[in-house]
């Protein structure tokens, strides 16, 4: 992406990603590392939104000393974590959730006019109504699965950045936010979509579940592998493999994601805990993707065109 691209990922973001390595995320020589922003502002900015640095600076509204009440409510956490933590976790990711479903919002009002058929596309998709720099400008369909691909990359973001905590958190606080988005959609399927028969929204909940493995899966190995399988996983889900893609439209994505991740991993936890993360849009990375990279004056080998083969078929064959 050049020089204002980031082709490496922080240490702690590569950690996160396997159980084992977890204990040293832990570990009293890794929480000393972390540096906590000492930004001060009362209306922080978003932890993702284009700033003059190529990160946004990660604010803390917090108090440095906590009230009398927020102490209690630490100190029986700490004397009770597994009666308080799913509680806590319950609220928060909730926030959370909602907070990567509003990136890619949407509304069918016709759903809601008696008589009025929901318009839809070429393959029979229900179509809504939708704003914002993932639906204006890369000019994805306003559609039930691409607000949850599209919230899959910010749930995402922040499942990487909860492996930091203790496993049995790590746990509770994953599965709660996986419970939450899959109560948003069958919400969606339900309100929106028609889909009044449990048996029926049970059945595409069930295809959302696959993908979002998928999905899951497929960025876990762009976090380590790099940028360009990671762009291949975005194109691969967002974009449905679609070869006349502007594929500066992906290095935005993929530039938008490594950003988050880095600002996730300069965030402390109570950032997280407290449901205190908004997130921005990809709009401001455009520089750094049309900066040219100085690869780009390579030939192109054979080994190359083999490379790119490969994810063709790898791609439609998902």
């Known amino acids: 992406m050049g020089k204002h691209g980031i082709t490496t990922l922080p240490p702690?973001?590569?950690?996160?990603?396997?159980?084992?390595?977890?204990?040293?995320?832990?570990?009293?020589?890794?929480?000393?590392?972390?540096?906590v922003p000492q930004n001060t502002e009362r209306s922080p900015r978003s932890l993702f939104d284009p700033s003059s640095r190529r990160y946004a600076s990660v604010a803390t509204p917090f108090r440095e000393k906590p009230s009398a009440l927020e102490r209690a409510a630490l100190t029986v956490r700490k004397k009770a974590p597994g009666l308080t933590e799913t509680y806590v976790a319950e609220n928060a990711t909730n926030t959370l959730c909602k907070e990567c479903a509003r990136q890619a919002d949407y509304m069918i009002p016709q759903a809601f006019q008696k008589g009025v058929k929901i318009p839809t596309n070429a393959e029979g998709t229900h179509i809504g109504e939708g704003v914002?720099?993932?639906?204006?400008?890369?000019?994805?369909?306003?559609?039930?699965?691409?607000?949850?691909?599209?919230?899959?990359i910010h749930i995402w973001l922040l499942i990487v950045r909860l492996r930091y905590f203790p496993k049995d958190m790590a746990d509770i606080w994953i599965q709660h936010l996986h419970n939450h988005?899959?109560?948003?959609?069958?919400?969606r399927l339900d309100v929106y979509h028609g889909m009044y028969s449990q048996g029926v929204r049970a059945k595409h909940l069930k295809e959302l579940f696959h993908q979002w493995r998928g999905c899951f899966t497929a960025y876990d190995e762009g976090l380590f592998r790099g940028d360009a399988v990671?762009?291949?996983a975005v194109w691969r889900n967002v974009f449905k493999a679609d070869e006349n893609v502007d594929w500066r439209h992906v290095a935005q994505v993929v530039a938008f994601m490594r950003r988050g991740l880095r600002a996730l991993d300069r965030a402390p936890d109570r950032l997280l805990t407290s449901a205190s993360i908004k997130f921005g849009n990809p709009f401001g990375d455009m520089e750094s993707v049309l900066a040219k990279s100085k690869i780009m004056d390579e030939p192109f080998t054979r080994e190359d065109e083999e490379h790119?083969?490969?994810f063709r078929k790898e791609a439609k064959g998902s």
């Open 181 to 187: 988005f899959f109560w948003e959609a069958e919400h």
């Open 132 to 152: 914002g720099w993932w639906y204006e400008s890369l000019g994805l369909e306003v559609t039930f699965i691409n607000w949850a691909q599209i919230s899959f």
């Open 12 to 35: 702690p973001c590569a950690q996160a990603l396997t159980r084992s390595t977890r204990r040293q995320l832990l570990a009293p020589s890794y929480r000393s590392k972390v540096v």
């Open 230 to 232: 990671l762009g291949t």
């Open 308 to 310: 790119l083969s490969d």
